[in-house]
């Protein structure tokens, strides 16, 4: 068990301190979408680079609300050859710096297509190589498969969010199906991960900011989905949603 301790107290944010955390944490973007897009301009972006500059964005947005974290479970090893996707629990925009914080290796996001069209953002994550699939264009599609079989070949490891959306009590919603086709087209290893009490942080639909809140990240056992077919994809998905159930325990409402 790991601890990451970022926050000694729990409190609800003053509107000041909520102004100050947007604002804190779309400059910490911008900043770090800068230094990717300048990088890359000169020819001296990689991976290790990425992967610094993800953690340290992560970090200091975590910091910023004061997050305290417990990393629960065996992580597997990311470099051994095998193409990986995390799959999470989603119940908070928190969701995606306490992975990169919590876990190893090139996380990247899968990321939704709109999230491209952002300035500054949208550029930088195209040269961060985070990838995104098409879900109404067969031909993109078929494209970005091949693109992200590519990504994971070389050593990144997806970070998916099978319910599609953020779950507003951290209880686990239906699950969408993109990720697990993903997942079975390129015979990944799937991860589950369930990260708890993290709606609390920053509940989505919501401007609520809850500083010093306790976040439990738990790694579950992982899914090798070698040698499946479309056949299988609703007994993976059965699979994985109780592998997130077993992690949450008794849910997150409340």
Not at 91 to 112: E, Q
Not at 150 to 172: C, F, K, Q, Y
Request: charged share 25%; hydrophobic share 45%.
């Amino acid at each position: 068990m790991k601890r990451l301790n970022l926050s000694p107290l729990t409190e609800s944010a003053t509107l000041l301190r909520r102004a100050a955390v947007v604002l804190g944490s779309v400059g910490l973007t911008a900043l770090y979408s800068l230094l990717v897009l300048l990088r890359a301009l000169f020819g001296k972006l990689d991976r290790r680079i990425v992967d610094k500059y993800c953690r340290e964005w992560s970090t200091a947005l975590l910091k910023l609300v004061r997050t305290s974290l417990t990393v629960r479970g065996e992580v597997p090893d990311f470099n051994d050859g095998r193409r990986y996707i995390i799959m999470s629990t989603h119940a908070s925009h928190y969701d995606i710096p306490v992975s990169f914080v919590s876990l190893p290796g090139s996380i990247r996001m899968l990321a939704k297509k709109e999230l491209f069209k952002i300035p500054l953002l949208g550029q930088a994550m195209a040269a961060a190589e985070f990838p995104s699939i098409d879900r109404f264009n067969r031909q993109n599609a078929v494209r970005d498969l091949d693109r992200a079989r590519a990504m994971m070949e070389s050593g990144i490891v997806l970070w998916a969010a099978p319910e599609g959306t953020r779950s507003p009590d951290g209880n686990l919603l239906p699950f969408k199906k993109g990720c697990f086709h993903l997942a079975l087209d390129t015979e990944a290893v799937i991860v589950p991960v369930a990260i708890r009490g993290i709606h609390r942080v920053l509940p989505a639909r919501s401007m609520q900011i809850n500083l010093g809140q306790p976040v439990d990240v738990r790694v579950g056992t992982p899914i090798d989905t070698a040698g499946k077919s479309k056949e299988d994809l609703a007994g993976v998905m059965e699979e994985v949603r109780q592998r997130l159930e077993e992690l949450l325990g008794d849910g997150e409402a409340g």
